[in-house]
């Protein structure tokens, strides 16, 4: 899994030049259309009322190009949305009125975070990660920016999602992106991309929890 | 404001507005937009389906399908509740004074769910005499239409079709 | 031919209450409606004062939930929405050469359905806790009554109840109109491209809208009594029933428009509308599928096929392509008159086409999954609402202005309004594609400083500003011309259809006689045969005194 950076742009690569293009193209046609058939003295107007070949032939070009995209996107949604059989870790990660709590099942560590402050997550570079993530009251949102990847975290429901992060040392926020209340816009937290050696090592320096808080 | 450009002449135009309505394309219901819509949220709903859609949303799509095939079938068995009468006029109101009411009043009832049931009651009334002012605008019209069939209401007037 | 002999009295207020007159009440809709966007564009220069610097704090979080709450809101279920079914309203049964609309008195009804939800959302800012502030859609559990208590989100609930079933009254009056009570020779393929555009409008109405009032209605139980959506599907099902109104209602703000915009085109490049055979059906299909993408908005939930709606949100640039293809091909060959109707018109068409293409971008799942609640989401349906039907709408007001008042509105200050309007659009809403793109979430009232934000919020701020000027500039055009009034006699701009063959006002009974029907153009089959006859004969205006 290329890490859902890397899909994203590439997808954006795609999709972004086709619609440029075809507004460009659009906006010129106009703008010719205008400039040349404006109301002049002797100027008759056309009295032909359709094409139904050349329609039928830009009907076929836009459906083409739409099932372009509509194919490359299942492609990229198939990678993006893939669940690996063993991930390295798993992150339970629970949003509630108005902070986000982390749990690292197999390490048996509890981030629970802190009122007024983002939540810390600490995360192995280069290693694929099961998020678990739940909300214990209304509907928020695991949004990353730097990953280009957010899932809803949805009360009684759990939704797993895998993500990589492809380099240490990158000191990234992660927001709520679903909108909760008052505290919708401070409920955040903090995550830190470690090498898998220090990852190692913050994992033997936490406290020991038998279940998250 | 023509322009430049030769308009008809207006003894063309006011002698097309006298002539009898054209006879040509003889009136049809219109249940084909309806018949179409059906067909293809049903087909739609049919591939939300095969793509593993849920199916409280496929339920919803198929029922908007049912829905709209529904009335295109009604439009297309009972032509005669819709074609226009042959001969007669209609009549239309100027005025309902209870239409508004009834409005008024059924919002009344609503927001009384929340403010109290005194709000509840008084739309209810509203309703109520709303209604009864309906009825007498429907009696009413009946009679003048029926008058002025008769020739004898000058204050009618007449609509075609 | 019967003539109407009926002598107009003014009704006054009692009129205003009553008068069913389906032209009276598409007036007072429009009116109402536009007082709301007045309100609702209030809001939103408080939402931008307040986020032209990161942390101004110019309000409270809460009142903040509830300005972008109302904001939205208001534009949707009380400006937008009416708005398009009242030009329905007024232009329908004139179009399809009918004397009254069909269900008068129900139409009438529908109106004040509209205005009674419009004054019961708006009281939720005499409660106590504020009025609804859980954002438009209202999502289950935050809409619950734990974390939205208060009786100013009941009244939201109603309000929206009642706003939108008026709008499905009068939707459903309209479609009977098309139905029912068209001229004779006029079939279903000799329609008005604007009626056209109301037919299927109106079938996105009746399917979508009385889903919105259950689903309102459920949430009200919830807030009372529990138990409707406590399930582990509770939320995800409000969502579904939300949204499955949720996305047709924002196609009946852009059908109408673009409809006019149709209308504008051919009339002003004194053309019938290029490929009437494909648009019209390009329409229906275009309709159906719009009613089969809505859980695009639910691609980050994990809980829908997102592959079915990516490929149904995809396949809508087919039938958006067609009509584009039509409009344009339509302007080619043509006599263009670029008065202010056209200036929108053409607006209309490259505006909207940012907030297409950039519908189709947030219809790619993984797209969506990093743009989803920022600012691109925002900046894309402005561009669809604001910068083109919004515009769209403008061309028709420009158009039609002169058939409902019988007076001209001004050129120069329709000029400048058109200016003012496209600079202040751009100006507001295309710095928000980059904030968005660079992370920056909706419905937050604060930013990091450190983002380096604040450039583009000062530019999309200061451009709320210009918009709220060329509105003004509007009002001033509207007032001066109906003080100073320049007679617009019956068909100032050559036009094709029917509402064109009568007087302007249209009397009470619309039409003292019907020209006839043998194609969507009849008024330009009149014209054609009378030239092809008349060569060399000087010219005479169409019209003589104003008929009836």
Known sequence: MGGTRHEFRALWGVYLPIAVTVFVIVALALGFVVVRFRDRPGRTASTRTGAPRAELVYVLAVAAIAATLVIVTFRTESRVDALAASPALRISATGSDWRWSFYYPAQGIDEPGRDQAPTDLYVPAGQTIEFDLTSLDVIHAFYVPYEDYQRAAIPKVINRFDLVFPKPGVETSGYCNEFCGIGHTEMRFEVHVLTPTAFAAWVSRQPRSGAPR | ?161 | MSTAAVSIRSLGLVGVIGATDHKSIARRTVVVAFAFFIAGGILALLIRTQLATPSTGLVGADAFDALFTMHGSTMIYLFLVPTAIALGVYLVPLQVGAAEIAGPRLCLTGFWLYVSGGLVMWSGYLTVDGPGAAGWTAFDPLSDSPHSPGVGMDFWIFGVMLATLGCLVMASCVLGTIVARRAPGMTLLRLAPFTWTMLVTCLMVIVSFPVLVIAMALLWIQRDFGGIFDSTGGPIAYQNLFWFYGHPVVYVMFFPFVGAVAEVVSVHSGRRLFGYRPFAISLLAFTALSTSVWAHHMFTTGQVANRYFALTSTALAVPAGIEYFDLIATLAGGRIRLRTPMLFALAFLVQFLIGGLTGILLGSPPLDYDVHNTYFVIAHFHYALFAGSLFGCFAGVYHWFPKVTGVMLRERLGRLHFWVMTLGANLTFFPMFIDGWEGMRRRTDSYPASAGWQTLNDLSTAGAGVIAISVVVFVVNVARSLRDPEPAGPDPWDGHTLEWATSSPPPRHNFAGLPPVRSPAPLLDLREAATARSVGDSPTPIHAEAAG
Do not use: C, K, Y
């Open chain 2, 1 to 161: 404001m023509s322009g430049d450009r030769p308009g008809g002449s207006t003894a063309d135009v006011e002698g097309a507005m006298t002539r009898p309505p054209d006879e040509d394309a003889p009136w049809q219901p219109s249940a084909a937009p309806f018949v179409f819509w059906a067909v293809l949220l049903g087909g739609l709903s049919a591939l939300q389906a095969g793509f593993g859609g849920r199916s409280l949303p496929v339920l919803v799509q198929a029922g908007a399908a049912a829905a709209t095939g529904l009335i295109g079938i009604v439009i297309l068995i009972s032509p005669r509740v819709i074609r226009r009468r042959a001969a007669g006029l209609r009549t239309v109101p100027d005025l309902s004074l209870a239409s508004a009411l009834v409005g008024i009043s059924l919002a009344a009832m609503l927001a009384g769910a929340s403010v109290g049931s005194w709000l509840i009651l008084g739309g209810f009334l509203g309703v109520a005499a709303g209604t009864g002012g309906l009825v007498r605008e429907h009696r009413f019209e009946r009679r003048t239409r029926v008058a002025s069939l008769e020739g004898r209401s000058e204050n009618a007037s007449e609509i075609e079709p």
